[in-house]
């Protein structure tokens, strides 16, 4: 029999915020021995490319391949996935897919510039990256909702080549993850994984094109080399384990907010669920459901060690103080389980999505509601968005002087130039100054 014992806090108690803060606490640093290692895999793929990665990926992930082209996956493999997925899985991956499309369009920004009055040009220009790679995680923990949510975002931007790696441990292939590949239009998909796969994105090796940037999701190896390569290449984020906080009136089905909690905290043990409710009753209404659904769920065992360790039950005063709580935390995941969310969104200032109304379960973001599933987790939605097409497309800078403009500005850098003792400056704005 399961045994929950789920930490309760009350905003009111005067040793709150110390007790919130222990509880929020997530340290996804790495620690020395694995950093020693991703930088030896990194060392040895930059210098000796295919070979290194290949024999990475026999010994990892348990095959006994000779070279790089039986890591390779062609288009014709990609489209025979999603022909042979059932009738009922292909349909919601394409609508799925269509959703996250259609919402990600919205997001297109467009180049711009603006002409002054002595014919100076001044604007942005907005380009597309080449190349981007994508990482999907194998084994357990495949995910081909990941793999619409990294890359049709791109597609979308423009890019041209999208190269994903996805490890195959014991060479089994998850075919939803291939079909997911055809139809969010991946360029080309290798069967490796670990820090071996970020590193060979990152620098390129003989068969494995070098990549503008990295994103997608992966496990600690992954996470620590893609923050290794940081500065090679662009990278969308280092992500910690996920999280939702529900704030709730009372007024919705205990069962559907203990079956929302559960959701996230079955990613795994170190999952954050929060619910937020000014209404006591109702918080030991979600205990007592927690206590009689938990022994239905598949994966009991992880969301009860979730629970246990990272799960905390708030008592709030009132709806604006749970406001100000999700402000505090600034989860991945927010659920406004009220009766009247809209009202309830203007005091809302971080959070990474924001799920409104009792209708509007989490479940639904993370595969076919239209906007990113990638977010930002352990506080960073304070400074940080959801991965979208602008984290595919640059921003350059457009700047054209008329000779009457480069007169005039010409005498203000001169000023500030001098005033910096930067004397070329001066004098390179100077030469273009009217006499």
């Known amino acids: ?59 990892f992930d348990r095959m006994s391949v ?25 349909q919601a991956l394409e609508t799925a897919a269509q959703r ?8 297109l920004a467009g180049s711009w510039q603006y002409t002054e009055d002595d014919g100076t ?23 081909p909702s990941s793999v619409l949510m990294n890359a049709l975002p791109a597609h979308v931007a423009g890019v041209e080549e999208i190269i994903m790696v996805v490890p ?52 600690i190896f992954v996470a620590t080399a893609k923050r290794a390569v940081f500065g090679a290449v662009g990278i969308d984020m280092i992500a910690g384990p996920s999280e939702i906080l529900v704030i709730c009136d009372g007024d919705t089905d205990p069962d559907w907010v203990a079956m929302d909690l559960f959701s996230q905290a079955e990613h795994d ?16 209404q979600v205990k007592a459901s927690i206590e009689k659904l938990l022994p239905t769920m598949e994966r009991e065992e992880i969301i009860e060690q979730s629970l246990n360790n990272r799960a905390i039950l708030i008592k709030a005063q009132d709806l604006s103080d749970a406001a100000r709580i999700n402000n505090r935390v600034a989860p991945e995941h927010l659920e406004l389980s009220v009766a009247d969310p809209e009202a309830l969104l203007k005091e ?29 987790t352990s506080g960073t939605a304070r400074f940080s968005s959801p991965l979208g097409v602008y984290d595919f497309q640059k921003r350059s800078s457009l700047i054209m002087f008329s000779d009457e403009g480069a007169s005039e500005m010409g005498k203000v850098a001169s000023v500030l130039a001098r005033g910096e003792g930067l004397t070329a400056h001066a004098r390179s704005a100077e030469y273009r100054i009217k006499s």
């Open 66 to 90: 000779a070279s790089m082209a039986e890591l390779e996956m062609g288009q014709e493999r990609l489209q025979q996935a999603l022909e042979g997925l059932p009738v009922e899985q292909r």
């Open 269 to 284: 043990e170190d999952a954050q669920p929060i619910l937020v409710s000014p209404d006591a009753e109702f918080i030991e």
């Open 348 to 376: 809302i200032r971080h959070a990474g999505a924001i799920f409104m109304g009792r209708y509007t379960a989490e479940a639904l973001g993370d595969y076919c509601a239209g906007p990113n599933h990638v977010l930002p």
């Open 168 to 219: 195959t441990p014991d060479g089994v292939v998850n075919e939803l993850v291939l079909a997911a590949a055809a139809v969010a239009g991946v360029s080309r998909v290798f069967t490796v994984g670990g820090a071996q796969a970020v590193a060979a994105l990152a620098y390129g090796t003989e068969t494995v094109p070098r990549v503008d940037k990295i994103v997608g999701p992966g496990n």
């Open 121 to 143: 040009m001044l604007g942005q220009q907005v380009t597309p990256m080449d190349r981007v790679g994508l990482y999907v995680p194998g084994g357990k923990a495949a995910y």
């Open 1 to 59: 029999m399961s045994k929950v014992d789920i930490t309760c806090l009350d905003s009111q108690q005067s040793d709150f915020e110390a007790r919130l803060d222990k509880m929020l606490a997530w340290e996804s640093v790495s620690d020395a021995g694995v950093n020693q290692i991703v930088n030896e895999i990194i060392e040895r793929i930059r210098s000796e490319g295919d070979a290194a990665l290949v024999e990475y990926t026999n010994r």
């Open 100 to 107: 996250v499309r259609a919402y990600h369009e919205k997001q």
